[in-house]
């Protein structure tokens, strides 16, 4: 029991131990690592920032730091994506990308062509403009649907595209082009390139809290089930989401994240990860400066700790 008499939360039970890693980890944040400067707009964020939240089941959002200030998503969007794919169009999404570890960097174009244009996993971007595609095919408007997930999980209407980020990615989009037309050669794609690229690029570009994003991903700790109680995958997809996440979340890092956190996970070079206690809660780590993967060097030492401290990993 707390000192006001009601049950201890979740997310009040581990505050306390997000406290103590930010005052070990928080310091050091920025001082290995670099932000991602490939996307200009993303160059000018202080590498020094460093945000940490816990999500319960219960809903409960709690953290410390800058949890509450927004950051560019990034490659966690495709978590949502995915959900959403599978949600309204089912397994067939998986004739066109596979559920296996790349390997290899999350813009790598050297294993399309050994694999006829059908990509690793869902979480490097060749895998996430298909699922883009799928989804743009399912509803007319991906990023729309992405953005009205997020808001509705999170509980926060605020949450929105960065347009400077969206256009500045676009600017610099050679890499991200040559992997979308080169699966379209292949027939990959069902929508124009332009078209995917495009809905893709805001997708990524979408900002939000560490607080938001913990409360946006709890489905995965619930087993599927929204914040209103309806259901947006069965428990069989959620765990599928969940292993997938564990597997290849942290690109061709995914490994060393497995080892280290034991938690399915899944990080964006805007330096946020999503990790996934399930039945429990989630959690969402921020601090911009990345290893040489695109990896958070903070947020990967945060949620090691967290895991060590707690035992709460998959394992
Ligand atoms: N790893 C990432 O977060 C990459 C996402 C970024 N929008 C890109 O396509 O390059």
Known sequence: MTVEGLPTTEARRLLPVLREIADEVGPGAGRQGRVADYIPAL?????????????????EVLGVDGWRTPFS?????????LALALAGGGES??????????GNPFNSLVQLEHE???????????GALVVTDRLLTLTGDARGAVLDLLRAESGNPDIDFDPDV?????????????????????????????HVLEHYFWQCSIAMSCRDLAAAGLFLARHGLRGDGSRLLDRSAAKRI??????????????EFAYRVGLPGKSGVGGGILAVVPGRCTLCV???????HGNSVAGV???DRFTTLTGLSVF
Request: net charge negative.
């Open 73 to 81: 998503i990034q490659s966690v969007s495709k978590v949502f994506s």
């Open 286 to 292: 921020w601090s911009p400066a990345l290893d040489r």
């Open 43 to 59: 160059s000018g964020v202080d590498p020094a920032a460093f945000g940490f939240a816990v999500a319960g089941v219960d809903g």
């Open 116 to 126: 006829d244009g059908i990509p690793r996993n869902p979480f490097i971007n060749a």
């Open 301 to 303: 030492d945060a949620l």
């Open 93 to 102: 999404l998986w004739a066109r990308v596979g559920r296996e570890p790349s």
């Open 166 to 194: 969206a256009r500045s990615e676009a600017a610099r989009g050679d890499r991200n082009a040559a992997l979308a037309h080169f699966m379209a050669g292949y027939g990959n794609l069902e929508n124009p390139v332009a």
């Open 242 to 255: 969940n292993s997938i996440m564990l597997t290849c979340g942290a690109y061709d890092a995914a490994g």
